[in-house]
C-alpha cells in the first residue's frame, strides 16, 4: 500500500528550531515531487512547500521563505522540512503529500500522510 | 500570490441533495485546480484534479468545472459520508493557494 508518514513534530519555543520528516513507502518515492501542506488549529490549509523528484529544486511560500528548508534523500525516500525562527502562527499539523502523477504539480496531490503536529509556545 | 474564494463558507444540506461550491481565483489559473474533501481529524483526499478529471476511485457523484477563474464542484445525492469540509487548490503556479474551506453540514 501507498503510505506516507510524517514525524518529528512537538512543542517549540518561539524563535526555535525543529525538523520534520516525512517517509514514503509502498511506490517510487524518487518518480514524485512532494509538497509540504499545514493547518491551524481550526483553521483551512495552507501550502508550505514542494521539492521536485530529484531534489534539485523547491519552492516556499512567503510566510516560510528564509526560515523553512525542504530536502530530499531518494535512497532513504524521505523528505525533510528544516524549520527555524519559529513562530507562534507556525502552530499547525503538518502534512506531506505526493504529486499526483509524479512530476507535474499541476495535478494536485493524491497521497497524504496524516499528519504530525508542531505548537510553538514559550 | 492568487487569492482563492470560496463559497459558501459553509452549507445545510440532506442525504440525497445536491449542492455545488464554487471557487473563484483571483487570477487565471487556466484548467490547473483541485478539490479536497477533509473529515474531522483526516487528512484531506484530492476528489478532482485538473478543474474536472475524477481522481480513480472517486465516486461519479462528485463532478467538477469551470476554467480560468471560476470553478465549481458539485455533488449529487448527497450521502452521510460526504459531510465534511471542501477544498479548492490552485495548482497553476507557485506559490501555490487553497480557498479557505466550504463546511457541508447536515440539516
Known amino acids: 500500500q501507498v503510505h506516507l508518514v510524517e514525524s518529528g513534530g512537538g512543542v517549540v519555543q518561539p524563535g526555535g528550531t525543529l525538523r520534520l520528516s516525512c517517509v514514503g513507502s509502498g511506490f517510487a518515492f524518487s518518480s514524485f515531487g512532494i509538497h509540504w501542506v499545514r493547518q491551524a488549529p481550526g483553521k483551512g490549509l495552507e501550502w508550505v512547500a514542494i521539492?521536485?523528484?530529484?531534489?534539485?529544486?523547491?519552492d516556499y511560500a512567503d510566510s516560510v521563505k528564509g526560515r523553512f528548508i525542504i530536502s530530499r534523500d531518494n535512497f532513504k525516500n524521505t523528505v525533510d522540512l528544516q524549520m527555524s525562527g519559529l513562530r507562534h502562527d507556525d502552530t499547525a499539523v503538518y502534512y506531506c503529500?505526493?504529486?499526483?502523477?509524479?512530476?507535474?504539480?499541476?495535478?494536485?496531490?493524491?497521497?497524504w500522510g496524516q499528519g504530525t503536529t508542531v505548537t510553538v509556545s514559550s | 500570490d492568487i487569492q482563492m474564494t470560496q463559497s459558501p463558507s459553509s452549507v445545510s444540506a440532506s442525504v440525497g441533495d445536491r449542492i455545488i461550491i464554487t471557487c473563484r481565483a483571483s487570477q487565471d489559473v487556466k484548467t490547473w485546480l483541485a478539490w479536497y474533501q477533509q473529515r474531522p481529524g483526516k487528512a484531506p483526499q484530492l476528489l478532482i484534479y485538473a478543474a474536472s478529471t475524477l481522481q480513480s476511485g472517486v465516486p461519479s457523484r462528485f463532478s467538477g468545472s469551470g476554467f480560468g477563474t471560476d470553478f465549481t464542484l458539485t455533488i449529487t445525492r448527497l450521502q452521510p459520508e460526504d459531510f465534511a469540509t471542501y477544498y479548492c487548490h490552485q495548482a497553476n503556479s507557485f506559490p501555490h493557494t487553497f480557498g479557505g474551506g466550504t463546511k457541508v453540514e447536515i440539516k
Open positions: 521539492v521536485t523528484k530529484d531534489g534539485k529544486n523547491e
Open positions: 503529500a505526493r504529486v499526483n502523477t509524479g512530476s507535474d504539480p499541476r495535478y494536485g496531490t493524491d497521497v
